[in-house]
């Protein structure tokens, strides 16, 4: 049987290339982000607990309705926003979901969405599925911050979405308030539509606030705002997220959520719940990946590889060309099988596959796992 592909242009992503020849090599794992300890043990036992209980059947399409309470809680807390956890707030299937879901949302044929490269993988092929036009702008080199000169100038009659993530993966590069003062004089008086990919929002670091769109009631009546409760809680495999946006849009969204997965795993929501009325623990994270962070670089300086900043997430992005002039896709292929050690290549998240002799590295793993990542890393002359 015969179809057309409505993603010609799409193969396997990096994400499971690196992490399958790191299985098959058995190699440190530093490429495909996700952490290799464990998640918190208070959470866990919440969810057994939720089993337990019998919470096993579907909770409502839009959420458990205390979880999302609870998260309307959290945000007017930290971001001093009124956010109706009935209206405004939908659980989902991880952010990834949360994302293609808005985007499905608001894209027509033709339309098209500004896209901030480099970008992680998923958004172009959504976009793509879509029927709608990426419109790419390069974030600029090394310090990957946004040239809104260059966003007035690509915005058209046909602009309906621009895509945004802060934290920002692959390049750790955070969102300023010089940023958002920008961006809302851009879409002042258009139908431009935001979709910010908050993913990272606790894994921020050296006390820089994280500029959540949510902050922001101009904005936010414009915006789908898509997190992770994976990314933040270390636990990637639950696939569990949720997104924000305006009473008017979250029921269009719900109408393409309810007839996609309809609810999403019941005791995880039921655990989450009670988890995000203690504070700590989200207000503690910053601080623990910032610890992540800073004794890798600490370990890195031992080596020959040329750090580029990391403000957020869990990831940084390494020069290595005082080592090689490889392309970074071989680099990265010859360094995991010469020395054991994984990262992704940081075209991978360019369209054009633009290399700029860089590696991105996860840092949210064990001290001793990072400690044999980079002791092997040193042997690299
Ligand atoms: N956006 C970014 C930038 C990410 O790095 C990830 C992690 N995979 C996601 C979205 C998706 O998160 P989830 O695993 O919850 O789908
Ligand atoms: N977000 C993770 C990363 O950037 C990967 C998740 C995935 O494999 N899709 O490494």
Redesign the pocket.
Known sequence: MQIQSKLPNVGT?I??VMSGLASELNAVNLG??FPDYNMNEELISLVNEAMQKGFNQYVPMQGYMPLRESIAEKISFLYSANVNAQTQITITPGG?YAIYTALTTVLQPGDEVIVFEPA?DSYIPNIEVNGAVPVLIDLKFPDYSIDWEKVKQKITARTRMIMLNSPH??TGAVLRESDINELRKIVKDTNIIIVSDEVYEHLIFDNIPHQSILRYPDLMERSFVCFSFGKVYHCTGWKLGYCVTSPELMVEFRKVHQFNCFSCNSPAQVGLASFLKNKESYLSLPAFMQKKRDYFQELMKETKFTPLPSYGSYFQIYKYDQISDESDKDFAIRITKEYGVAT?PVSAFYQSGADNKAVRF?FAKKEETLKLAVERLMKIK
Do not use: S
């Open positions: 992503t994400f499971t495909q982000g990834t992680y993966n692959p992704i996860c």
